[in-house]
């Protein structure tokens, strides 16, 4: 059982994965790292106070790391490491921007986590995804297979939400993944029990799933739902489990698409992505994801130098 896990980055987002990494309690230990002075051994410090509570052994450890590097060796021999570190998109900022003040972040903890943690599965969260996805590979040098990014599990959580909520039906009895042809509600396809129109509402619904939280919220983004699909990642890789998940990993043949990051299903083990899950799709999403590969490509090529 790997005993150690490191999450980067104490914001909401991180700092709630890192509570419910400890309170799955099946690590010995959870690393938070924050480069604001003591915020990480703050929340670290609460967190371990509600052990007894909670009844969980997992310790959590907080730790401040410099720009320089410095206190990245509180990181040391992790077995998983989540990085949430970068600055959301503020208001009139382009995407560009957001990827070049991101790419720097990211490169710098891609770095530290290469060098302290040679041997983890990176699972990443930062934005925009696609790309702080390809650019922790580059930066890490690790095998694709054990850098994934957190895609697609979120969409499906939110689109399993509005179908249960539209349906008055139980969480449970909703099965979803990556696409809405493959969602069935107690074992009936939802397409016999939702209209077309009604299903690509809640398709529209989750597309913009994160701008509505953000809108409501004012101040701030979705951190409560992202967090449990990032730490359930994380469980499998874990347990070694198998669970076929929604995730963005490295396609290389599959579909007949190569060379690209790419959300897809795909089974989670010890060493990250076992393989990709080739699933049946109808041919406009086979279509949609074709589409979505090429401009990934190009947008992975804008991170190569950054």
């Known amino acids: ?38 915020k990480a051994e703050g929340l670290a410090l609460d967190m371990n106070q509600s052990r007894p509570v909670e009844g969980f052994e997992t310790l959590v450890v907080g730790q401040t790391t410099g720009l320089d590097g410095s206190g990245y060796e509180a990181i040391a021999g992790s077995d998983i490491v989540v990085i949430t570190a970068g600055l959301p998109r503020k ?4 995407r560009m921007d957001l990827i070049e003040t991101n790419a720097k972040i990211v490169r710098q903890v891609a770095e530290n986590v290469a060098k302290h943690a040679p041997n983890a599965v990176v699972i990443v969260v930062s934005n925009p995804l696609d790309e702080m996805t390809a650019l922790t590979q580059l930066a890490t040098g690790f095998p694709h297979s054990r850098v994934i990014g957190q895609a697609g599990m979120l969409d499906t959580a939110r689109f399993s939400h509005f179908v249960a909520e539209k349906l008055g039906k139980p969480i449970a009895s909703v099965q979803t993944l990556t696409v809405p042809s493959r969602c069935t509600v107690d074992g009936q396809p939802l397409s016999d029990l939702m209209p077309a129109e009604e299903i690509e509402e809640l398709v529209v619904r989750t597309r913009n799933g994160g701008a509505e939280v953000v809108a409501l919220l004012k101040t701030g983004s979705a951190y409560y739902a992202p967090s449990a699909a990032a730490a359930r990642m994380a469980k499998a890789v874990a347990e070694d489990s198998g669970a076929v998940m929604p995730v963005c990993a490295w396609v290389d043949g599959e579909y007949g698409i190569s060379g690209v990051y790419l959300g897809v299903e795909a089974e989670i083990g010890r060493e990250g992505v076992r393989r990709v899950v080739e699933t049946d799709l109808t041919e406009s999403e086979l279509e949609g994801l074709k589409e979505a590969a090429e401009a990934v490509r190009a947008k992975q090529a804008d991170v190569q130098d950054l």
Request: net charge negative.
């Open 1 to 38: 059982m790997p005993g150690k896990v490191t999450v980067v980055g104490a914001g909401f987002y991180g700092s709630t994965t890192a509570m419910r990494l400890a309170e799955y309690n099946v690590f010995d230990e959870v690393v938070l790292t924050d480069i604001v002075e003591g």
């Open 91 to 94: 208001p009139g900022m382009s």
